[in-house]
């Protein structure tokens, strides 16, 4: 049998992509379900419930599993999921009052930050192709939100794009400062940053409260509540299947060069979509279909000219 070269067997491309398809699959549909718990608890409940959840189902699985959870560079880890925490709050928070497109769009221009963070903070040479690839899938992106979707690209787009260069700066962590730590450790440190986000929301309305609208207008700005079964139930399932789809995005990360894996994550679009339709019978519209298109030809075009 031929060796495969140490190269070939550190960047694995194919691989990474196979990771992030899964990924997005996963988190797809467990998005499509954030709907139903914000019409019953707020976002701050939602992060702390959850990670008391995903941290549990990792304690019961590392023993028959030989999982490792400690960090070998607890400042690393501990900086990663703080970058990505961060992301990740000001992308549910703007749902409360952006739409989805929007914030989505805003969240995509992480592979812009991941080609500018790796060519100017790292020193990686970025090639033509990946920088076409990633134009191309912003213009997907950019069609996805456009008039079609009834939305405009405005001031009311900053904040997506900080989660977006947060996104970005996180996934470049993963793999220049935690190369050495297992995927499940920084799971455990992605949840239990989400996860002491939440209590710490929670302490500051009860401390200080605020007027909540009803349903899931109010999810930002919703403190404690008595726990529903509805939410309870979909709160597990965000759980698990964060567990496994970020646990996916994170071995795709430490497996291949960020600038790579990035672009493949214009895939869960179109898994969103996907679901939205076999769930809520949401159709996309001719305009975003087109852009999801040019989304998988950015994806093809960074398999195409791996090395």
């Known amino acids: 049998?031929?060796?495969?070269p140490m190269t070939a067997a550190a960047d694995r491309t194919l691989a990474a992509a196979a990771a992030i398809l899964g990924y997005a699959i996963i988190i797809g549909f467990t998005d499509?379900?954030?709907?139903?718990?914000?019409?019953?608890a707020g976002l701050w409940q939602?992060?702390?419930?959850?990670?008391?959840?995903?941290?549990?189902?990792l304690g019961v699985a590392a023993r028959p599993l030989g999982l490792r959870l400690a960090p070998r560079n607890l400042r690393a880890v501990a900086g990663r999921s703080l970058i990505h925490g961060c992301a990740m709050l000001i992308y549910f928070g703007c749902l409360a009052f952006l739409p989805v497109a929007t914030v989505a769009a805003?969240?995509?221009?992480?592979?812009?930050?991941?080609?500018?963070?790796?060519?100017?903070?790292?020193?990686?040479a970025v090639g033509p192709y990946r920088i076409a690839a990633v134009l191309i899938g912003f213009l997907g992106v950019i069609l996805v939100l456009g008039p079609?979707?009834?939305?405009?690209?405005?001031?009311?787009?900053?904040l997506p794009v900080a989660a977006g260069a947060l996104y970005a700066l996180g996934n470049l962590a993963t793999r220049e400062w935690c190369a050495g730590e297992t995927a499940e450790t920084l799971l455990a440190g992605f949840f239990v940053t989400l996860g002491l986000f939440g209590v710490i929301g929670m302490i500051a309305l009860a401390l200080w409260?605020?007027?909540?609208?009803?349903?899931?207008?109010?999810?930002?700005?919703?403190?404690?509540?008595?726990?529903?079964?509805?939410?309870?139930?979909?709160?597990?399932v965000q759980a698990g299947g964060s567990l496994i789809g970020?646990?996916?995005?994170?071995?795709?990360?430490?497996?291949?060069?960020?600038?790579?894996?990035?672009?493949?994550?214009?895939?869960?679009?179109?898994?969103?979509?996907?679901?939205?339709?076999?769930?809520?019978?949401?159709?996309?519209?001719?305009?975003?279909a087109l852009g999801m298109g040019l989304i998988f030809l950015a994806g093809l075009i960074i398999v195409l000219r791996r090395r």
């Open 1 to 4: 049998m031929a060796t495969i």
């Open 32 to 40: 499509n379900f954030v709907r139903v718990i914000a019409a019953d």
């Open 46 to 57: 939602f992060h702390a419930l959850r990670g008391v959840m995903a941290m549990a189902i």
């Open 106 to 124: 805003g969240l995509f221009t992480a592979p812009i930050f991941v080609l500018l963070i790796s060519r100017f903070a790292f020193g990686h």
């Open 148 to 158: 079609a979707s009834g939305e405009r690209i405005g001031a009311a787009t900053v």
């Open 209 to 236: 409260p605020v007027p909540v609208p009803e349903g899931a207008a109010g999810f930002v700005l919703r403190g404690a509540t008595v726990p529903t079964g509805p939410f309870l139930f979909w709160t597990f």
């Open 246 to 288: 970020v646990g996916l995005m994170i071995r795709a990360y430490q497996i291949a060069a960020a600038s790579r894996v990035a672009i493949f994550e214009y895939v869960i679009l179109p898994a969103s979509a996907l679901w939205s339709y076999l769930l809520w019978a949401e159709v996309v519209s001719p305009r975003a």
